[in-house]
């Protein structure tokens, strides 16, 4: 009897042990198996952080990159994210609002993009927005005279165009992104300004895409309804977005109506070319 207690306390420990092995092994693969990231919400540092193992490691047959809201925010880190969807090949669906960055980045880069019924994409100027150098000149200026302030100093019309921002305190997610851009290095914003409109020009090149998406509501024919600052943005019907180069888009439900969208009194519509 004892040896047969002896016995079965063995083969337990080792379930228990295989047990134990087969969870670290299902969590340190999880990301391999994870096909869908949903973003609700601010791209930040964080996002891309949280976001990278996923769609790095996946080897799901189809991933899909799910925005269900954003307003954009972080442009570095929608970037990131943006060459990360692309280089990984995942697509990208948009159910709501997709804004700034996230229009930018993030919806281009999907191997098929697909639109909901009632989506809005709003876009809103990028690095090569006008006055972007401009406004890091004069942050490079504040910083000289005055030293780094101990809060966030932002530049520029918020929910109305491209901003320049400085935050005194780096995070480590802060830290990786402008590591994966490769620009950990920079001194200055205008030197920032420059590294970036390198990678995103890049970024577009790869996806066979007119770099003007960004801005093209900004200038010509329609700078003055951007100065005006009575818009949140402007956006684009499809066959400007195709002319622009942003292809492979799919309508989920067979129709797109962005001016159905609650936002869509804050945008105005911009034809290319």
Known sequence: M????????AIVSVAILWLGWSYVRYIRDDAVRCDTL??????????????????????AA???????????????AALALGILIHRHHWDVEVVG???????????PAGKTKYLHRNSLLLFHGGFYQENLLEMAEKLDQRLAMNGAPVETV??????????????PNR??????????LS?????????????LRTASDQFYQDLDINPVLSTYGQIGNYESTYKSYKYGGFTY????????????????????HPERHPDYKDVYEVTYP
């Open 2 to 9: 004892k040896r047969f207690l002896k016995i079965l306390a």
């Open 38 to 59: 949903t973003l609700d919400g601010d791209i930040n540092s964080d996002s891309f952080v949280e976001a990278r193992d996923c769609l790095v490691r996946s080897k």
């Open 62 to 76: 189809k991933k899909t990159f799910v925005v269900k809201q954003s307003g954009g925010r972080d442009g570095k």
């Open 97 to 107: 609002l997709c804004a700034s960055s996230c229009a930018n980045f993030i919806f």
């Open 154 to 167: 932002t530049l520029g019309q918020e929910n109305k165009e491209a901003t320049i921002s400085f935050t």
């Open 171 to 180: 995070s480590i997610a802060d830290q990786a992104v402008l590591e994966f």
């Open 183 to 195: 620009i950990s290095d920079v001194t200055s914003a205008v030197e920032q300004i420059g590294k």
């Open 237 to 256: 019907r499809l066959d400007s977005l195709r002319r622009l180069g942003v292809r492979n888009i799919e309508l989920k439900e067979g129709e797109w």
